[in-house]
């Protein structure tokens, strides 16, 4: 199965940027539409980004858009998320998320992805 690992969170002030990583245990990972979520305490887990495996169709929740961008490259099997002009309200743990159905499309639902990382936390004071 493959394991997925998040970086790049951290402590940051206001319009700040940050640029997440997540990094695939295995190859397939060039296969599976991926994206990312974050969960503040207190909140469900909500959407951020998505895109599909080829690096296409990519998808944005109405806060992020504009601000943050999804990337991936399949040559080093890593997802990014680059974030610009951070907000307090930004703050949350980020999760990097794939669905194990090869080829699939991107997607919004936090139900169409079964691959998780733990997360890494990301910290916006004003």
């Known amino acids: 199965q493959v394991q997925l690992a998040e970086s790049g969170g951290g402590l940051v002030q206001t319009g700040d940027s940050l640029r997440l990583t997540c990094a695939a245990s295995?190859?397939?990972?060039?296969?599976?539409?991926a994206g990312w979520f974050r969960q503040a305490p207190g909140k469900e887990r909500e959407f951020v980004a998505a895109?599909?495996?080829?690096?296409?169709?990519?998808l944005y929740a109405d806060s992020v858009k504009g601000r943050f961008t999804i990337s991936r490259d399949n040559a080093l099997t890593t997802m990014d998320l680059q974030m610009t002009s951070l907000k307090p309200e930004d703050t949350a743990t980020y999760y990097c998320a794939a669905d194990s159905l090869d080829y699939g499309d991107s997607s919004a639902q936090l139900k169409d992805y079964d691959l998780w990382g733990q997360g890494t936390q990301v910290t916006v004071f004003s």
């Open positions: 895109l599909s495996w080829t690096g296409g169709d990519k």
């Open positions: 295995k190859r397939n990972f060039v296969r599976y539409a």
